[in-house]
């Protein structure tokens, strides 16, 4: 089975511009997570989506969005890019939602976005 | 203050050693999750404990889950060189995934 795979690795961008980034689940998973990882802050939850409704927020401004299609393939977009918003942003992917039955989560490789 | 508390933060030691990295929280957890990350890739699935007073061996890794579930540990017999990264504990609770703050371990050769 595939593991969660996301798109682009790298990229580069400047202030002021917006980015999308994408994100597929293992084939059967439903529930995907997105994560902000940065040196200071460490892993910070940005939100998470199941059956292309998004369950539960993050503490992240509204420039940080995101959506699920009913592939269970996933986006994030940011607007109005920040050099803080600099960061590794992580993926993960799991069968069920948080809090129903047994549950763990599968991350892909990251996307590193750099805000010059 | 965060619902799952990691400790310690860092860990330096050298080649063939042992270590116990900690994971603490007043709330119960259905199961823990132990990942292990490296710089600019994902963090990697180790094992998911569930039953309360469960221990899980992978080769040189042993997991344990407390008893009332709200505890989980990591012990690594023999450190090398090649364990060195970032160990995250998580877990879901209140219907969310939460995640520890990390240990930076570093073994030396």
């Known amino acids: 089975k595939a593991g969660v795979t996301q798109t682009p690795r790298y990229l580069i961008k400047t202030r002021g511009q917006q980015v999308t980034l994408s994100c597929s689940p293992i084939?059967?998973?439903?529930?995907v997570s997105w994560y902000q990882q940065t040196p200071g802050q460490g892993l910070q939850f940005l939100f998470e989506y199941f059956s292309e409704t998004q369950r539960n927020k993050g503490n992240f401004p509204g420039r940080f969005s995101g959506r699920q299609f009913s592939n269970s393939r996933s986006e994030m977009n940011v607007s109005t890019l920040e050099l803080g918003d600099s960061a590794l942003y992580l993926c993960?992917?799991?069968?069920?939602?948080?809090?129903?039955?047994?549950?763990?989560?599968?991350f892909g490789p990251g996307t590193r976005l750099t805000v010059l | 203050t965060q619902l799952l508390e990691q400790s310690p933060q860092f860990l330096s030691i050298q080649e063939g050693e042992n270590l116990t990295v900690y994971c603490n929280s007043s709330s119960v957890f259905s199961s823990l999750q132990w990942y292990r990350q490296e710089p600019g890739e994902g963090p990697v699935l180790l094992v998911t404990?569930?039953?309360?007073?469960e221990v899980k061996k992978l080769k040189r890794l042993t997991f344990q889950f407390g008893d009332a579930r709200k505890d989980s540990s990591l012990h690594i017999t023999a450190a090398q060189p090649g364990d060195t990264g970032l160990y995250l504990c998580a877990g879901a609770a209140f219907n969310k995934f939460y995640f520890g703050s990390g240990t930076k371990l570093n073994v030396k050769p």
């Open positions: 084939s059967g998973h439903r529930s």
């Open positions: 993960a992917s799991s069968l069920n939602p948080p809090g129903t039955g047994y549950n763990e989560q599968f």
């Open positions: 404990v569930v039953t309360g007073g």
